[in-house]
């Protein structure tokens, strides 16, 4: 199996900044893409950044020039480096991943995978 467990996340002051991580573990035979969305209380989850395997990015307009996405292949880890926090990016962020597993009779299975979520708490 594979899972997706999420570190960095906390509370911070406007202007601050903090670095979310998303290290995958398992049977993985590659990963295609990986991502971070979010989820504000009352709102739907929305996409922040993703990155695919030739490092390629985009983002959701309300974090450019402010959220950096990046990923250690050699590590399976994704990072989302965030500064200038403001109030509004307050919610539980989530990592996705797109990745291609091993199974146990040596198949390859693709499929979605998220972790478990990391809060992050924007306010004075």
């Known amino acids: 199996q594979v899972q997706l467990v999420e570190s960095g996340g906390g509370l911070v002051q406007p202007g601050g900044s903090l670095r979310l991580s998303c290290a995958a573990s398992?049977?993985?035979?590659?990963?295609?893409?990986m991502g971070w969305y979010r989820q504000a209380p009352g709102k739907e989850r929305e996409l922040v950044a993703v990155?695919?395997?030739?490092?390629?990015?985009n983002y959701a307009d309300s974090v450019k020039g402010r959220f950096t996405i990046s990923r250690d292949n050699a590590k399976n880890t994704v990072y989302l480096q965030m500064n200038n926090l403001k109030p509004d990016d307050t919610a539980v962020y989530y990592c996705?991943?797109?990745?291609?597993?091993?199974?146990?009779?040596?198949?390859?299975?693709?499929?979605?995978?998220w972790g478990q979520g990391t809060q992050v708490a924007v306010s004075s």
């Open positions: 398992g049977s993985i035979f590659s990963i295609n893409f």
């Open positions: 990155i695919d395997d030739s490092s390629s990015t």
């Open positions: 996705n991943a797109d990745i291609t597993r091993v199974t146990g009779s040596n198949l390859r299975r693709r499929g979605a995978y």
